[in-house]
């Protein structure tokens, strides 16, 4: 018989079960604290007696071996993690960031952690987003902002609220336009078109007639609607729409200063702005001074959004009010609290500040 053979087979060592090098596993606990691997299971599941000595030698070995619970074996168990995520295009923007802010703040109110992902406004990505924190066992998946709508996206969108809704689990649309009323998903919207037309209207009182329209693309949600609310107060007032003042731009500070000051060195043919955000209005305002213009002394300009650049800003920018901060701790509420409304519209209001005036030959 060859060395370390038995008739039964392979003699195991103690080197064999020393644990390996990695993800520490139930086997490695187990062998640390010298019990087997159900009473491990035990032991984290809580759901089983153990005795006192046992579980604090089991606990001793997973602090040792910084073992850490796999998720899925987790969910099987039916023991979902306490967490909400939530996904956006990019965590730099100001008003993103407000509404993490509050999605945060309500999460930790109520004892959850919060998971994020940023998707770089690709709806694959976003897509996909949402069905690893279906996969993680999330109690709320929450999209913020803007998505480039149609309707394969939406398809897919309402595949996935019906399974996250069968999971237990919640979808919400944060900021943006609802999929449907038979789709199970939580909305909480603002006034974004009636924001809109508010302080294009605050432009058109002051007499302005020829208003640019900066920033964004007709397929996104957000800037859509603002769009809409722009188209509307004109039509109001009695001006003419004109697709020659619709400039759409990135929602990038500097790619909008490079846009409007290659629109001014071609011509001026508008007296006022209105730029879909106030990172697009803190662009705008720096090419028009770099043109040797002044706002509002020869150009208006108004932004969207109140968040802190408005301030910043000199002069300090006329703007529409956007509640960021409450509409993120309202997704995280509605999202656990199902029996409370699922579809919210929170009110916008337009900040009058210093950008705007009469047109200069009207002034």
Known sequence: ?????TRLGRVTTKADQTPRPGRATLKDVAFRAGVSVPTVSRVIAGNYPVAVSTRRRVEKALRELDYVANTHARALRGQAIKAVAFILNDVRGPSFAQVAHGIEEEAARRGRLCLICTTSGDPERELDAVRLMREQGAEAVILIGSVRDDEAYRRQMRSLATSLDQAGSRLVLC????????????????????GAYAVTGRLLAAGHRRVLFFGGED????????LAGYRRALADYGVEFDASLVEPVDFVRDVAYLALRERLARRRDFTAVFAVTDQIAAGALRAVTEAGLSVPGDISLVGYDDVPPATDLRPQLTTVHVPYEELGRTAVRLALDRQAEQHVLLGTHVVIRDSVAAPADRA
């Open 175 to 194: 900021g943006r336009p609802s999929l449907g009323p038979e789709v199970p998903a939580t909305v909480v919207e603002y006034e974004n078109e009636a």
């Open 1 to 5: 018989m060859s060395p370390g053979k």
């Open 219 to 226: 397929e996104q949600t957000t800037s859509a609607q603002r």
